[in-house]
């Protein structure tokens, strides 16, 4: 009996283990953990252009985005090949001095930049996988 009282805790955590693993977000959007700088200076380096996510934590549109339209396979794809992706808070960090620069005044703002840190192209508020890609269409590889 005992050994069965073990057995039986032993695979329960095992099963709990797979069930609470964290989903894989291979498909959606990779934002890479980079300050701007280095963003800047990575998509030069690959010649590509920059995507800015410019959020704040209390957000809840962007929130929404991090849960849909960036986990999103097609705008993964799209946004992976053609950008450097980076989520930065506007109320940390670095955050401050970009929405000066940038002039953020509305959640989620995004931004392409180039290399050279010049805004190509703005985009403001919650959007769907269709018009986030529609917004970006003229910029994708």
Not at 7 to 18: C, E, P, Q, R, Y
Not at 81 to 106: C, H, T
Request: hydrophobic fraction near 40%; include cysteine.
């Amino acid at each position: 009996m005992k050994y069965l009282s073990v057995f039986t805790i032993v695979f329960a955590l095992l099963a709990s283990s797979f069930v609470m693993a964290p989903a894989n977000n291979d498909k959606g959007i990779n934002f890479e953990d980079l300050s701007l700088e280095q963003a800047l200076a990575k998509a030069k380096k690959e010649n590509k252009l920059v995507f800015l996510d410019a959020y704040a934590e209390w957000c809840g549109p962007c929130k929404m985005m991090d849960r849909t339209t960036f986990k999103s396979e097609k705008v993964g794809e799209a946004f992976n090949k053609s950008f450097i992706n980076v989520k930065i808070d506007m109320e940390k960090g670095e955050g401050p001095m970009i929405a000066r620069k940038y002039q953020v005044s509305a959640y989620p703002t995004f931004f392409i930049l180039n290399p050279d840190g010049k805004m190509v192209k703005r985009v403001v508020g919650y959007h769907k996988e269709e018009q986030l890609l529609s917004q970006v269409k003229d910029h994708l590889k």
